[in-house]
């Protein structure tokens, strides 16, 4: 019998092979190569694209070079969700390796976050953290944290170092026993085909009569369309680090095992393919 | 925490227990009777019925109550008749107890009560201080009285032989009547009140309890004789009295309060262990001049009271100096009664809705509490459906309260016509709560409250009262809805029905006068939890009912959980590992998006200096960890120190770490790093962090690291080796393949042993991954197949399977003393002497004060009381004599003896967490489980243990899946045992505790418990301590440390030849399924240094040779046992096609003898041949 901790493993070891193409317009000095990495589900573009950059800006001149952006089949990529909920989201259901365009130019500054730095990244990926833990311990736990504690957070992810990350991070997963779960679940549900960016409100992991409440009870209090009935075939498919879970999985669990290192469970609700 | 019973009787005079581990209050089903009062302690419940003749329910036990009674027969020897029982006119009786001053036939014996019954006939006693005697049981001896010798010599003149015969009490489970003699005949008058207690006065005899109970006349009596092996006690004896009492209340220690007539309490003061009834009573004013007390609750350290206004009091100051106390302290909420338990925990009964309370938040230090909490669980009559009784019974309620008799009488005749036997409940009811004058209080309460209160009956919500499918809640569909039920079962007959509903009708009207219409709330007379372990930190489902038919469904056995096997959980672990597969298999070869780089964490610490003079010195401490070549996890070890102004600096690989041992005492929080070089060395590189916490968190770090570079995740394999240090620390190591090899096998030194949370004394497993382990407090545990726990946090550490485990030892100093001429003993020693308080050795001073838990983990439970159960015996004080220090201690006075000593122990206890669950309830000295090959399917599987109190036990229903097994059955045995083994071929080898080996006769797979013991003769002038038995060897352990070996064991002739002396220095055995020997050695010498407890492997064992040649040393220092039964490895030089297949099939197969010699002896010529080509 698995353990729980293989799914933590699982879920922070989780690649997806990417093919960069430099975008057809760029201008080069030569031909640009396709680049091929494996990208971390739960790390940030901007932050583990070092190599494509370089590999790229080989063919290119310093003056037509501006702050590298990304799409994916001509849908901006948005570096401050994670890599695995981009994926889930724009490309779940396409081919592998996930084909990334790079674009030098023409920032699309409607859609996409300036990234300077990696600072930038890390002030994101805190606050998010902060948030998180706002919900499931009124902040207690991550304001008793050191600054070093929160380096070390950060340090783990940005150097993907699983044991380095989790021995802080298991401090956020705690929670008092006899509560039975976080005070609310930090979650967002993520929908292709809205204008609105995610969905977030407070939910709890205990109904009010003391009942475990599941992925199919957060769904049908905040987003109840994602839920097919019986008798009609499957609209939707509800995706976190690229599976399905069942309804009726604890959302308690999911928020603990699936939740990415940011401690929100990002959900993906997309259009189920039609094959 | 095992499971414990809280008992209550409600006002129609029912008795419930709602068990700790439930949720569900469950009537004892026995009652024909109906109850005024129970009192209830651990083994037993005793209650006073409305016949106000006293009752005892024993819970019933695996292990059976069973007395052995004893005679002699005595002989003498003559030249005509030869041995006869012809004696001479000055001899003893031909039959006689064991001095020869009683007359004692073999009919002279009786059965004490009807609750008793025999075992089976007398039979004679054919072992004689661990030796066998000849078939006939004889010892010889010149004359009466003097030594018997097993031998007959020329000159023995008299015989005699030991007759034994078993009684069991019989009556477990069920309420037996307690006849109410004093020694002059019967008592004067019924019984009113009683209370059950005083078991920590002392052990001797086992079991001991002390049960008060009150007249009607408000006289005190007490029981006399209350122990293990007479649960019913002798008799009763009149206690004096300054006053009339009315109630008594007993603790588990020397506490004893009563209430007396006029409101005042009494205090039992001279309670000790030579006189359990005391000696005098001391008065104690009521908390309220203007309302007498009327009840009174002790505990170990605390009294609570209620006054006659209904408030409850809590008594500051007391203590076993003072049981008096110094003080009154006014507590909120109003009670008619309370009743303290087991750690001073507190039950109540509200004055306003009747029901049973609980007091959060009692600990040792706020022993006052917190709060109350109302107990709110359903009863089983609840859930299941309205039974007939809970009607009548409701009805009898309404009526009563009214004071309709009318009504009643028509209800009566209601009941009688449709089911008689209700009749019988009603009135009794009616009697249980009219009970005489002496509870005048409650009612005259209850009525005012009932006055008071809003109705109550329709606060329960529906999924509660459970009622099927009835969602309309109101006293008329309620009462009908029962009514209808109640007959329904039986068939219902139309006129049945419609005399129903009039019946209902007729109820009604009086529900409006008296609320109390609905059974569903149930009101309670009586609680007591002196039965009930919980303490501040127990988890109980006792307080919200929502939950409670949900989890009321999961099962207390250790089959895998729910969550585990839920197909949500499945269905993650199946997509992730497809997902790993669809993204990551084919995409190898791509790049990593983040190089992997070198993560260093640095501290400071002290570290015990390898040269002399050692002493801690502040050192720097750094764990460079990087990825190894292979892409696993590895690490150096720094150590930054200053030797003559030079900067030097020691290292450690992390993958040549072979163990990290905790070593906490009171002063330092350390740590000792082995690797194979140190521990030849005998010299580890220790450690001391800053605080406990630095430690646990290097501690759980280096684990982690050395575990990874070792490839080693998850929990131990079913192959591991398990031991266990005498700080109770678990260390398991995955045996490699070549452990076990022949003739290089894996040094023991290069293996890696890594921690599992708990606290254990001793462990043992088999490897088909059935682990037991045994608590210092004899507790059993379970293994979980969980991993970490205790410090071992996180990832270290499994989520589930890991729960708190605690543990209690005693810690023991003490008190010297010297005579002299003038004073006579005092605590003014020579010059010379040792510290009139110290250690066991003398050479340490250990005062009261000043002696701490062995580490910050530990707590103390209790006060120092004085140790009586010393080996060599004690005076009544507890006093041991000698002629000097330090010499050997004898239990009395001679004129030769001129120093004396006492011991004291203070119980301490330990909470962590490990991968662990409890086996109620019987606390074990031993356990063994059947080592075989690891694709055996034997199921059950065999396990046997000891209890602490010597019975030898076999265990039921021990699968795969219930490793914790079903239940106990009792193998009887003539004397307590004390180390038991099972091999592989089911023969089990046990040792008595007189040092004697046994063999069970005929164990087999349908016959689990086998049929008789053989005596085996312990080697000459040895007396064993432990046996372990292998596949075929037997190796025993005596008391003088040599190992023994049991030669010539055949399948025709199990029980072998004779003993053969394989070493000495030896502490314990493990033998396991390949016949490998492993030990604890004694005493090893390193190059460095010398360690005591030390795990070797005895070297050279192979079939043809099961003893070996030499040992092999591994880790040591403190080690106190290990297990190497679940390791079937066969080296690799074993797998030959022709000798395996015999092996497994006898090893699989139960049923089969044990393999002969000759078979092995063939696979082995084979196998040499095979190493030597």
Known sequence: ?????????????????????????????????????????????TLVTDKVKKHFLKVMKAEDVEEMWFDFEGTPLKWHYPIGLLFDLHASNTALPWSITVHFKNFPERDLLHCPSNSVIEAHFMSSIKEADALKHKSQVINDMQKKD?????????????????????????????????????????????????????????????????????????????????????????????????????????????????????????????? | MPVSLLCAVDVYGRVYSL????????????????????????????????????????????????????????????????????????????????????????????????????????????????????????????????????????????????????????????????????????????????????????????????????????KVWFREGIHHHSPEGDGWEEVSLPGEVVQISCGPGDLVWAVLWEGQLIVREGITRDCPQGSSWVVVDSPNPEAGAIHVAVGDNVVWAVTKDNKVWFRRGINSYNPRGSGWIGMVGEMVMINVGLNDQVWGISCEDRAVYFRQGVTSSELSGKAWKAVNVPRDGDIRSHSSASSSSLHSAGCFFSGEVRAQSVMSEDSDTENGPQRAVLEGATTAFTAGPSIPEEVASLREAEAKSPPPVLVLSPSLSGGPGDPQWSNVDLEEAQTHLAVGPAGVRGDAADTCSLSSVATYTLCQEEPYGADEHPLWAWVSGGGCGVDCHSQLNWFNSATALASSVQSMSLSISPAQTAAWRKQIFEQLSERSKREMDNFKHYEQAIEQSVWVKKGTMQWWRDWKPHKWVDVKFALEQFSGPEGNQDGILFLYYNFNEEKKYLHAFINEVTILVPVLNDSKHTFAIYTAERTKQ?????????????????????????????????????????????????????????????????????????????????????????????????????????????????????????????????????????????????????PTDRYMW??????????????????????????????????????????????????????????????????????????????????????????????????????PIPLWAISNKGDVLCRLGVTLLTPAGTSWLHVGTDQPFKSISIGGANQVWAIARDGSAFYRGSVSAQSPAGDCWYHIPSPARQKLQQVSVGRTSVYTVDQHGNLWFRQGLTPSYPQGLSWEHISNNVRKVSVGPLDQVWIIADKVQGSHSLSCGTVCHRLGVQPMEPKGQSWDYGIGGGWDHITVRGNSFEAPRVRMPSVTPSLTTSLTDPLRPPPTRKLLSFGNTENGNAVRC
């Not at chain 2, 003490?814 to 003014?828: A, K």
């Open chain 1, 1 to 45: 019998m698995a353990d729980d901790k293989d799914v933590l493993r699982d879920v922070w070891f989780g690649r997806i092979p990417t093919c960069f193409t430099l975008y057809q317009d760029e201008i080069t000095e030569r031909e640009a190569e396709p680049f091929y990495l494996l990208l971390p589900r739960v790390s940030y573009l």
């Open chain 2, 838 to 939: 110290s250690d066991a050795t003398g050479l340490q001073e250990c005062t009261k004060a000043n002696t701490k838990p062995p580490s910050p983990h530990w707590t103390w439970v209790a006060d120092w009381a004085i140790d009586y159960g010393i080996s060599g015996g004690t005076d009544r004080e507890g006093w041991q004599y000698a002629a000097d220090f330090p010499t050997s201690y004898h239990g009395h006075k001679t004129l030769k003896d001129f120093v004396r000593r006492r011991r004291w122990a203070r119980k301490c206890k330990l909470t962590t967490t490990g991968p662990w669950q409890e086996v109620p309830p019987i606390p074990l000295s031993d356990v063994t489980i059947i080592p075989c090959g690891a694709q055996s399917s034997v199921e």
């Open chain 1, 150 to 275: 929160h380096k070390q957070l950060w340090m783990g992810l940005q150097n993907d170092k699983f044991d380095q990350f989790w021995a802080m991070n298991r401090k956020l997963m705690e929670y008092p026993t006899e509560e039975g779960g976080f005070r609310y679940i930090p979650f967002r549900i993520y929908l292709t085909m809205s204008d609105r960016p995610f969905i977030q409100k407070l939910f709890r992991p205990i109904s009010p009569d003391g009942h475990t409440h599941t992925l199919g009870d957060l769904l049908k209090a905040v987003y109840p369309v994602a839920i097919s009935n019986d008798d009609e075939s499957k609209r939707y498919q509800v995706v976190i680090h690229g599976i399905e879970p069942l309804l009726e999985t604890p959302l308690q669990w999911l928020s603990e095992h699936l939740s990415h290192p940011d401690n929100f469970l990002h959900i993906s609700v997309i259009p189920a393919p039609s094959d």
């Open chain 2, 682 to 830: 005998r010299w580890p590189i220790r450690l001391a962090a800053a605080t406990e916490l630095e430690m646990h968190d290097w501690l759980a770090l280096l684990s982690v690291s050395c575990c990874d570079s070792r490839g080693i995740q998850g929990p131990p394999s079913k192959q591991a080796l398990w031991s266990v240090t005498c700080k109770g620390d678990i260390f398991v190591c995955e045996p490699s393949p070549s452990l076990e090899a022949c003739p290089y096998p894996t040094p023991c030194d290069q293996m890696f042993w890594h921690q599992v949370g708990g606290h254990l004394r001793l462990v043992e497993c088999n490897s088909l991954g059935v682990v037991w382990g045994v608590g210092y407090d004899h507790t059993a545990w379970v293994y979980t197949g969980g991993y970490g726990g205790g410090f071992l946090q996180g990832l270290a550490s499994s989520t589930d399977n890991i729960y708190t485990q605690t543990d209690v030892k005693c810690v023991y100093i003490y008190e010297n003393q010297r005579w002299n001429p003038v004073t006579g003993y005092t605590n003014r020693g020579l």
């Open chain 2, 19 to 218: 068990s700790t581990g439930g949720q569900q209050w469950e009537q004892c089903r026995d009652a024909v009777l109906e109850f005024k009062r129970v009192t209830a302690v651990q083994q037993c419940c005793w209650g006073i019925a409305c016949d106000h003749h006293i009752y005892l329910n024993v819970h019933s036990s695996d292990v059976p109550i069973r007395y052995q009674e004893e005679t002699f027969e005595n002989q003498r020897w003559n030249p005509v008749d030869n041995f006869s029982d012809r004696l001479l006119p000055s001899d003893r009786w031909q039959w006689s107890n064991i001095t020869g001053l009683e007359h004692q036939p073999l009919d002279s014996f009786f059965l004490p009560s009807t609750n008793w019954e025999w075992e089976g006939d007398w039979y004679i006693d054919e072992n004689f201080g661990g030796e066998p005697t000849e078939k006939e049981g004889w010892t010889y001896a010149i004359d009466f009285p003097a030594t018997y010798t097993k031998d007959k010599k020329w000159n023995s003149c008299v015989r005699r032989r030991r007759w034994i015969r078993y009684r069991r009490y019989k009556a477990t489970d069920t309420w037996a009547k307690i006849p109410s003699e004093g020694h002059s005949g019967p008592l004067p008058d019924p019984f009113n009140d009683i209370s059950c207690g005083g078991w920590e006065i002392s052990e001797e005899p086992r079991g001991r309890l002390s049960l008060w109970a009150v007249s009607l006349q408000g």
